[in-house]
């Protein structure tokens, strides 16, 4: 499974952006979807998540400003990110837990990552 993310970019102080995420193969089905985050010096931390079902969870430093979604018929995963702020500037990673099925039918357990998105907020 391969994920593909888009929507990052340069935004001022309080501006928003919608960041994006595909993932595409053959022969899955995708669980948990989530968005992470990375800047320079810091450890990857998770931003939101979304269950297959609808259930979310944000990150304390993002609730009420970030929404997650998704299409689960197109597998895709949003975040729409409102009032940003410079302490959201980072590369943003999306990440699905999902299940492969070979060709022998047995399902495969595993996560896979989007190439990341920068993110760039400034004042």
């Known amino acids: 499974v391969q994920l593909q993310a888009s929507g990052g970019g340069l935004v001022q102080v309080g501006g928003s952006l919608r960041l994006s995420c595909v993932a595409t193969g053959d022969r899955f089905s995708i669980n948990d979807m989530n968005w992470y985050r990375q800047d320079t010096g810091n450890q990857r931390e998770l931003v939101a998540g979304?269950?297959?079902?609808?259930?979310?969870k944000y990150a304390e430093s993002v609730k009420g400003r970030f929404s997650i979604s998704r299409d689960t018929a197109k597998n895709k995963v949003y975040l729409q990110m409102n009032s940003l702020k410079l302490e959201d500037t980072a590369i943003y990673y999306c990440?699905?837990?999902?299940?492969?099925?070979?060709?022998?039918?047995?399902?495969?357990?595993?996560?896979?990552w989007g190439q990341g998105t920068l993110v760039t907020v400034s004042s």
């Open positions: 979304i269950t297959k079902g609808g259930s979310t």
């Open positions: 990440e699905a837990d999902r299940i492969e099925y070979g060709s022998d039918d047995v399902p495969v357990v595993g996560r896979s």
